[in-house]
């Protein structure tokens, strides 16, 4: 009879834990799943964190995506700034310089339609929307020839629109350097 009473006794102990764990792992999942509609309503809801517009029929004629803007600069810190603008069909600067081992930011935009491009053997892949500049960071670890194809269809010239980059050690970059711009156009 003790023996019976306490298999029962067992049996619910069992039981209020089963239950206390059913609750714990639904409260986790309520959690998630909660968090998850939160962060997609969340960024759904506004553009990238700080994006930056500009206005693609005025590029031309004043701000940062002016001609004689564009190309490779040395900033104070070290670091080297690339300004590119993809345009139908064709990129500027068509070979695009920077120095190995510098922390390079690549801003770029577009003066017509979506374009995008990469870099061979690199991390670098972007879209250049007109009216926004994109931004993006990366580093070059070894000198060396890449090409910087368009990889979004922009028209019938799309499969033109390629450029080079060109990375070379740092005191040749800035040798390079002219009324503070560097590219390897020829
Ligand atoms: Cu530009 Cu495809």
Request: with cysteine; aromatic share 8%; glycine share 8%.
């Amino acid at each position: 009879m003790a023996e019976l009473h306490n298999d029962a006794h067992g049996a619910t102990v069992a039981e209020r834990a089963e239950a206390r764990w059913v609750w714990i792992v639904g409260a986790i999942i309520v959690f998630l799943t909660g968090m998850l509609v939160y962060m997609s309503l969340h960024w759904a809801a506004m553009p990238p964190t700080r994006m930056e517009t500009i206005d693609p029929g005025t590029l031309h004629l004043s701000g940062e995506f002016v001609e004689a803007n564009l190309g490779s600069a040395r900033e104070a810190d070290g670091s080297v700034t690339v300004r590119l603008l993809g345009s139908q069909y064709a990129f500027t600067p068509q070979c695009v310089l920077v120095p190995r081992d510098t922390p390079v930011q690549i801003r770029g935009t577009s003066s017509d339609v979506v374009h995008g491009f990469s870099i061979s053997n690199t991390n670098v892949n972007v879209m250049l929307a007109p009216g926004y500049i994109s931004n993006f960071r990366t580093r070059f670890e070894k000198t060396g020839e890449h090409v910087m194809p368009c990889h979004e269809f922009c028209g019938i010239g799309h499969a033109a629109m390629w450029a080079h980059v060109k990375v070379v050690e740092p005191a040749e970059f800035d040798l390079a350097i002219k009324n503070g711009r560097a590219s390897c156009v020829q």
